[in-house]
Structures are given as C-alpha cells and as structure tokens.
Nanobody, 120 residues
Framework: QVQLVESGGGLVQAGGSLRLSCVASGSIFSINAMGWYRQAPGQQRELVAS???????NYADSVKGRFTISRNNAKNTVYLQMNSLKPEDTAVYYC??????????????WGQGTQVTVSS
C-alpha cells in the first residue's frame, strides 16, 4: 500500500504565497514522475505542474512564473511553491505520483487533496 499525504493549504490574500508539500509513504520501490493537479468547483481537474525523477519540470501556462515545483527524492516528497496567488487559483490541490511498487509493477496514486483559498 502507498499513501500520498498533502499539507500546506489554507486561506491567503491575493498576492500572497503558500507552500504545499506531499509525502509518499508505504511500499515504494521507486518514484517516477510526481505532479500537482487542482480542481475548482464546477471545473475539471487540471495539471498544474509536474516533475520527473531527474528534476525536469512542466507547468500550466496559467501558473508559469508564479509557481515552482520541486522534490526531495530522499524524503519521497514533492513541493509546490505558490507565489503571487490570485483568486482564480482557489481550488483543491491534489498530489499525484507514478510509483514503482516493486521491480515489476507501477501504479499511479492520488492524495486526498488540500484546499487553497485565495481571497481578493
């Protein structure tokens, strides 16, 4: 069993910052790509940022220049630094990871989500 647990969400004013963390634990052989998704009320879940095991990153156009994704492989943790937050960033943010549970099988896992609310 593998679990992803997010933390760091909360309420912040527009222009402020938050740092989200996601820790993977359980039966893990290795972790491949990790990413952050978000889902606002009435909207589809969308990819915010992703990062490979080697550190290559990708961002949604809406967050480029404001958000930074990073990871600590030794701690099985991925982070999302969110700066210059806007009300439209308000959403539930979900951690995602592609994990090799052993030498043979890989699985994709989701965290439970953490609420980010940006007030105007």
């Amino acid at each position: 069993q593998v679990q992803l647990v997010e933390s760091g969400g909360g309420l912040v004013q527009a222009g402020g910052s938050l740092r989200l963390s996601c820790v993977a634990s359980g039966s893990i052989f290795s972790i491949n790509a990790m990413g952050w998704y978000r889902q606002a009320p009435g909207q589809q879940r969308e990819l915010v940022a992703s990062i490979t095991s080697g550190g290559r990153t990708n961002y949604a156009d809406s967050v480029k220049g404001r958000f930074t994704i990073s990871r600590n492989n030794a701690k099985n943790t991925v982070y999302l630094q969110m700066n210059s937050l806007k009300p439209e960033d308000t959403a539930v943010y979900y951690c995602n990871a592609d994990i090799d549970v052993n030498k043979r099988w890989s699985r994709n896992y989701w965290g439970q989500g953490t609420q980010v609310t940006v007030s105007s």
